[in-house]
């Protein structure tokens, strides 16, 4: 069984920041390209932000969080980040990390990000 440990997520005003974390079980975070995905009320779980595997040279976002949000992998740590900028109201969701091809079927708790107008 694999796990992802979210964290940082909380209530902040629009154009704030909030930096999230996942840890991640090591022999599936060295070896997977890795995402980030959220999820609204009503809305599917859609994918965020994703990192190649390795040293994380490659990146891809949503248009919706392009220039704003931005990825990164410790590969020390089997921590992935996302910082996020300029946050907007319609950022407002459970955010989950998993791997970027292929997710595991056991998604972690996510954190909550509230962005408030």
């Known amino acids: 069984q694999v796990h992802f440990a979210e964290s940082g997520g909380d209530l902040v005003q629009a154009g704030g920041s909030l930096r999230l974390s996942c840890t991640a079980s090591?022999?599936?975070?060295?070896?997977?390209?890795m995402a980030w995905y959220r999820q609204s009320p009503g809305k599917r779980r859609d994918l965020v932000a994703g990192?190649?595997?390795?040293?994380?040279?490659?990146?891809n976002y949503a248009d919706s969080v392009k220039g704003r949000f931005t990825i990164s992998r410790d590969n020390a740590k089997n921590t992935l980040y996302l910082q996020m900028n300029n946050l907007k109201p319609e950022d407002t969701a459970v955010y989950y990390c998993?791997?970027?091809?292929?997710?595991?079927?056991?998604w972690g708790q996510g954190t909550r990000v509230t962005v408030s107008s």
């Open positions: 090591r022999d599936i975070f060295i070896f997977n390209a």
């Open positions: 990192v190649s595997v390795g040293a994380g040279a490659f990146t």
């Open positions: 998993n791997t970027r091809e292929s997710p595991s079927p056991y």
